[in-house]
């Protein structure tokens, strides 16, 4: 083909992960006549020598053009602050690793589509998960015209499948590593395989990226401040991407962070993942255990409200809602008086918060200690509050007892 004709045929921007499914995306929209852009986004989770690789697989497949576009500062100051601001596990246990870098991912690569005056789009997401809503939501707000591609869901086509396909078009690598579906990122790497589709069976330890290799335990101390994790081990660093890899590292030895999610998908179905985040899960329990000593009770009521609100709402694809910037508002508020060091003992598999150390810490002796002196009050203090406190529940009992022992 001169290049003419190739200058005639449409660019598509591919959101490519180098995986399996991507790959197949390649060969097939080229053969659909698209000239094909794969625009990897780096939320974190790609080494240098990663991403290397992934071009010559791009260029290999006959991609146009490869590119990579790194979010990770974007990404935490846009929203992974926020969640460690507001504690949030999905479901109590998962810390939104990909659901919250995926909106990023989606993006970053409408934003390339808008550069390039693309007016096509594709992804690699099957039609049976959350990926494709948040990638399509992402699309459809920001680049309502931009037409959306998806081989892999519209064909609805197994992994064995892309593989033959593949081969057939002379491309015959080995996907042994495709057993487990992982995506990693700065705030977690998740695992899916065959294990993940059912209830009862667990990842094997093979599956998980990290194995343990030290079976002692260290102590490590984070510092924060105004909420925002800034020492590790008292050293400061340039920017919180780079604590927060350096303390994936220490913890990643011991193989601390590994779990299983259940939850609801978008697409109203019942979902189960493996994932494996310890620099996550130990800077939001850490936060979490110094907000208990600096924040009132109401603060952490609420704190709590909105937070599983937003967490939602990430999970969901729907950060673009102008909500969620009212309740970052919110969230931001409440860290003012969230600063000091909160000490952290590392074991394998596991972790322990032994305590924490501040300025703002309420647990102040100057007012009292607790089941041990009372300073701040008398005891007749508390006999008159007891008995106002009692007013309300007292009268309806009151009222209501002859009546209820009657019936």
């Known amino acids: 083909?001169?290049?003419?004709?190739?200058?005639?045929?449409?660019?598509?921007?591919?959101?490519?992960?180098?995986?399996?499914?991507?790959?197949?995306?390649?060969?097939?929209?080229?053969?659909?006549?698209?000239?094909?852009?794969?625009?990897?986004?780096?939320?974190?989770?790609?080494?240098?020598?990663?991403?290397?690789?992934?071009?010559?697989?791009?260029?290999?497949?006959?991609?146009?053009?490869?590119?990579v576009l790194d979010e990770t500062k974007r990404f935490y100051k846009k929203c992974l602050r926020y969640l460690v601001y507001g504690n949030i596990l999905r479901n109590h246990t998962y810390p939104l690793s990909v659901s919250a870098e995926r909106v990023f991912q989606a993006l970053a690569i409408v934003q390339y589509a808008q550069d390039n005056k693309a007016e096509y789009v594709a992804h690699g997401s099957t039609g049976a998960g959350n990926d494709q809503v948040r990638f399509d939501l992402a699309f459809r707000i920001l680049s309502p015209k931009v037409q959306i591609i998806t081989p892999i869901r519209d064909q609805q086509l197994s992994r064995q499948q892309e593989v033959e396909f593949l081969k057939e078009n002379s491309i015959d690598w080995s996907w042994e590593k495709a057993k487990y579906s992982i995506n990693q990122g700065i705030w977690g790497t998740s695992v899916g395989g065959q294990e993940t589709l059912t209830s009862d069976q667990h990842l094997p330890e093979e599956a998980y990226p990290s194995q343990m290799v030290d079976r002692g335990s260290q102590k490590i101390t984070l510092g924060f401040e105004k909420g925002e994790v800034e020492t590790l081990n008292g050293k400061s660093f340039k920017h919180p991407i780079e604590l927060i890899q350096e303390l994936q590292k220490m913890a990643a030895v011991y193989a601390i962070g590994r779990d299983t999610h259940v939850g609801d998908t978008i697409v109203g179905i019942k979902g189960r993942v493996g994932f494996e985040a310890a620099a996550?899960?130990?800077?939001?329990?850490?936060?979490?255990?110094?907000?208990?000593?600096?924040?009132?009770?109401?603060?952490?009521?609420?704190?709590?409200?909105?937070?599983?609100?937003?967490?939602?709402?990430?999970?969901?694809?729907?950060?673009?809602?102008?909500?969620?910037?009212?309740?970052?508002?919110?969230?931001?508020?409440?860290?003012?008086?969230?600063?000091?060091?909160?000490?952290?003992?590392?074991?394998?598999?596991?972790?322990?918060?032994?305590?924490?150390?501040?300025?703002?810490?309420?647990?102040?002796?100057?007012?009292?200690?607790?089941?041990?002196a009372n300073k701040a009050w008398t005891g007749e203090d508390v006999k008159g509050f007891t008995n106002i406190a009692a007013n309300a529940t007292k009268i309806w009992f009151a009222v209501n007892r002859k009546k209820r022992d009657k019936s």
């Open 280 to 372: 996550p899960l130990i800077i939001i329990h850490a936060h979490q255990l110094l907000e208990k000593h600096n924040l009132t009770k109401w603060q952490l009521y609420w704190k709590d409200q909105l937070a599983t609100w937003y967490g939602m709402m990430v999970h969901e694809g729907q950060f673009l809602d102008p909500v969620m910037r009212n309740i970052e508002t919110f969230l931001k508020d409440t860290q003012k008086l969230v600063s000091g060091e909160v000490y952290i003992q590392l074991h394998p598999y596991r972790f322990e918060l032994q305590g924490i150390s501040s300025t703002h810490d309420l647990m102040s002796s100057e007012f009292g200690d607790y089941g041990e």
């Open 1 to 67: 083909m001169n290049n003419s004709s190739a200058e005639k045929q449409p660019v598509i921007v591919l959101a490519f992960s180098g995986g399996l499914d991507t790959s197949y995306c390649v060969v097939y929209l080229r053969q659909q006549g698209y000239r094909v852009h794969a625009v990897t986004v780096n939320t974190g989770g790609f080494t240098p020598e990663q991403l290397t690789e992934m071009e010559q697989r791009a260029r290999q497949l006959g991609a146009e053009k490869f590119v």
